[in-house]
């Protein structure tokens, strides 16, 4: 393993453990503490709440993260097909896989319940069954992305020590 290049899988292993941790926190915050208190709200108010927070998420800050976290995923996963196959290098690429995993829920689930709760008025009858359907299904796929982000940043943060401690 001498001599092998260890700088850019180390910096890339680090900037992803550290944006998909910030997501995890986000996902995170938002099941246990955001949805319960819109669902404890009457329909309309937490309907509105909500289309308010989808429509100011897409900001430099979170997407920074939630795409950052997915080009390193990507990165470390071709990595991984082009380079030896240490623990380390396994560790990273699996931190990147589970993100990934989690970016994927986020397109195929989470986007598309967000784009049908955009599309509903607050106080029309189909939005309390949305809401209230919306609920259980946004937050059960949020959970899950939030579990798959924080292992994410534990094999990222695992496979970035253990490529720097097996070379000079």
């Given at each position: 393993m001498r001599g092998r290049p260890v700088l850019l899988p180390a910096l890339v292993g680090a900037a992803g453990a550290l944006t998909a941790g910030v997501t995890a926190v986000v996902y995170a915050t938002f099941s246990a503490?955001?949805?319960?208190a819109l669902a404890r709200l009457?329909?309309?108010?937490?309907?509105?709440?909500?289309?308010?927070?989808?429509?100011?998420?897409?900001?430099p800050p979170f997407m920074v993260c939630?795409?950052?976290?997915?080009?390193?995923?990507a990165y470390l996963l071709v990595r991984l097909l082009r380079s030896e196959r240490t623990p380390a290098d396994l560790l990273l690429a699996a931190g990147g896989a589970l993100y990934l995993g989690?970016?994927?829920?986020?397109?195929v689930v989470n986007v598309p319940l967000n784009d049908r709760l955009a599309s509903v008025?607050?106080?029309?009858p189909e939005a309390v069954a949305?809401?209230?359907a919306y609920l259980g299904e946004w937050t059960r796929a949020n959970t899950v992305r939030?579990?798959?982000?924080?292992?994410?940043?534990?094999?990222?943060?695992?496979g970035t020590v253990g490529v720097l401690r097996h070379d000079p």
């Open positions: 503490r955001v949805m319960p009457p329909d309309a108010v937490g309907i509105e709440r909500m289309q308010a927070f989808n429509r100011t998420a897409v900001q939630f795409f950052g976290a997915a080009a390193a995923g989690g970016f994927a829920l986020t397109v008025a607050t106080r029309s949305l809401w209230q939030g579990v798959l982000s924080a292992l994410a940043t534990a094999a990222l943060l695992a």
